[in-house]
């Protein structure tokens, strides 16, 4: 079926402006976790920048037509992308009808796009996305100020599609005051694991500039996940990421050390009421580590495959046996060592978004 063919969204009926909305031809922020394109893989670290991963958001608006100049691109090349676009109408595309008054008001974006073609009063059709319809016509609803159309609530999904929006058409200014509701009166069930969920929690909470929510949901993936973590499409900045990156190795670093600290003191003598009890010390914690993949070697950095969460649980469940002494008294030092290692590790946090205020 052609664009034609399907019914418009109408969201101004004296709108002057025919939007070709792209379908997405994937599915927003894929959670490839276990996919090919793994999260921490090479690639993706080294395509992480905003520069790469914008390019096709940055080209959004980038056809705009006069509706009766036969199609003539205006502003930009012809050839190619013509071409591009007449598939756009004719397969995958969404029809919304709007004010092109109302776009030059709230989106610098759209100001420009529209800028040279609306002197003469003829209608504009403009090709954009890929964005999903029901957030896209959310974001016109709000560029029409129409708030008896809003839903009630809006799910996380949508709020982080509206997010990807607000940031491509640089109207963060106008969504934040509706956003700020939606998440007030979002039902519960923030996540409790790793999971797609809590990295858009990361990026709503980072766009929309929440920090409670931004420091619980970044602490949850520095704390729980096993591998680098990617930004899964998302417009999330390079350095929040690294940062994450950061946090997360560190917080696994300073388990392993704390393990291997102790290690050396249970070798020098410097902790244990005795011979006896440091020896047995050092020998259980050494094959509690050797238990665990971490004796004789040990993983470097980025750690892929050990969580800090889990390093903690398989810590808590260490063993020593108490032993007897040549007297035959059961040895009661007190001594646990085990516990200190978490103890001493740390708790994890979870970033501060005051620390990406600018100057
Ligand atoms: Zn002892």
Request: with cysteine.
């Amino acid at each position: 079926m052609s664009a034609s063919d399907e019914p418009i969204h109408v969201i101004d009926p004296e709108g002057e402006v025919i939007i070709y909305l792209r379908r997405p031809d994937r599915p927003f922020a894929p959670w490839d976790y276990n996919g090919n394109r793994g999260a921490g893989s090479p690639t993706e670290v080294l395509t992480s920048s905003p520069a790469v991963e914008n390019t096709e958001s940055n080209n959004s608006v980038d056809e705009v037509y006069s509706i009766d100049s036969s199609r003539g691109q205006v502003g930009r090349d012809s050839g190619p992308q013509t071409v591009r676009a007449a598939k756009h109408v004719e397969k995958r595309c969404h029809r919304i009808q709007v004010s092109a008054k109302q776009l030059k008001l709230l989106s610098p974006v759209f100001k420009e796009a529209l800028s040279c073609l609306l002197a003469s009063g003829v209608g504009v059709e403009i090709t954009t996305g890929p964005f999903d319809l029901e957030p896209f016509l959310l974001l016109m609803k709000i560029f029409h100020c129409q708030p008896q159309n809003f839903p009630q609530r809006v799910s996380l999904e949508v709020l982080a599609q509206l997010a990807v929006m607000a940031d491509h058409y640089q109207c963060r200014a106008w969504i934040q005051f509706f956003a700020d509701r939606w998440i007030r009166d979002m039902d519960p069930g923030f996540p409790t694991a790793y999971c797609r969920d809590a990295m858009l929690w990361v990026w709503v909470s980072w766009f929309f500039k929440l920090p409670a929510e931004f420091e619980k949901s970044t602490a949850l993936v520095v704390d729980q996940s096993d591998r680098l973590v990617t930004r899964l499409g998302l417009p999330i900045p390079a350095v929040v990421i690294d940062l994450i990156n950061r946090t997360r190795s560190l917080a696994i670093y300073r388990m392993i050390e704390q393990m291997n600290l102790r290690r050396d003191y249970f070798l020098t003598g410097a902790r244990g009421c005795s011979y006896e009890c440091s020896s047995i010390m050092l020998g259980a914690l050494t094959r509690n580590m050797h238990a665990i993949d971490l004796y004789p070697e040990q993983p470097g950095d980025p750690y892929t495959g050990m969580s800090r969460n889990k390093l903690i649980e398989k810590v808590r469940s260490f063993t020593v046996s108490r032993y007897c002494s040549t007297s035959r008294v059961q040895h009661k030092c007190g001594m646990k060592p085990f516990p200190e290692i978490i103890k001493k590790a740390g708790a994890v946090k979870g970033i501060d978004l005051d620390m990406f205020k600018l100057g």
